[in-house]
């Protein structure tokens, strides 16, 4: 298993300013992943974040707006970067552990309103 | 286009009624999850699914992995508003590691 701390847990923010939401893992991992949750909606994958080289990003979603940071193997930061409203969600890291099945840990969320 | 079709989108039902939320997919995955999220809380995992045709039960929660393991439904008997919440399948791809792939979620609200 694994125990993902997520911080912050709630923000409120201006817009044209920049957020870091910073996660932690109990156990060393290849791999985390940042997901995007709007209001009422599913889980969108932003970005792979691999130790060691740079995150991989998912259609729609670009660096210089969502840097990402993966100092070593239990840590990654995501920054919202120069938000506006439509920034406003949940930002999840997750984890995906293989012990036969994979199976997906989510940190706790951070719900980002910006105004 | 999503690779697990989830439905319904929404569920919005009595305290006591029984309902079930289906995930499909085209594609044939070694195991298959189903998860829960509550407000203000990442999701969680219910349960794994791996065998075709394997059914699971969890108290008033019944899992079940299609026969050719494309496809699976979870079944609540007797719903309760401890029950409400956003409810996501997950699949795992067939050979070596594959990233899941998650359903496009299944919001349920059990009214009182």
């Known amino acids: 298993s694994a125990v993902i701390s997520q911080k912050p847990s709630r923000d409120i923010c201006q817009r044209g300013t920049s957020l870091t939401i910073q996660c932690q893992v109990d156990?060393?991992?290849?791999?985390m992943f940042w997901y995007r949750q709007q209001p009422g909606q599913s889980l969108t994958l932003i970005a792979t974040a691999n130790q060691g080289s740079e995150a991989t990003y998912e259609s729609g979603f670009v660096i210089d707006k969502f840097p990402i940071s993966r100092p070593n193997l239990t840590f990654s930061t995501l920054t919202v970067s120069n938000m506006s409203p439509e920034d406003s969600s949940i930002y999840l890291c997750?984890?995906?552990?293989?012990?036969?099945?994979?199976?997906?840990?989510f940190g706790q969320g951070t719900r980002l309103t910006v105004v | 286009t999503q690779l697990l079709e989830q439905s319904p989108q929404f569920l919005s039902i009595q305290e006591g009624e029984n309902l079930t939320v289906y995930c499909n997919s085209s594609s044939v995955f070694s195991s298959l999850q189903w998860y829960r999220q509550e407000p203000g809380e990442g999701p969680v995992l219910l349960v794994t699914?791996?065998?075709?045709?394997e059914v699971k039960k969890l108290k008033r929660l019944t899992f079940q992995f299609g026969d050719a393991r494309k496809d699976s439904s979870l079944h609540i008997t007797a719903a309760q508003t401890g029950d409400t919440g956003l409810y996501l399948c997950a699949g795992e791809r067939t050979g070596g590691y594959n990233k899941l792939i998650f359903g496009a979620g299944t919001r349920l609200a059990v009214h009182p």
């Open positions: 156990s060393q991992v290849t791999m």
């Open positions: 997750s984890v995906e552990v293989r012990a036969g099945n994979t199976e997906a840990f």
């Open positions: 699914v791996v065998t075709g045709g």
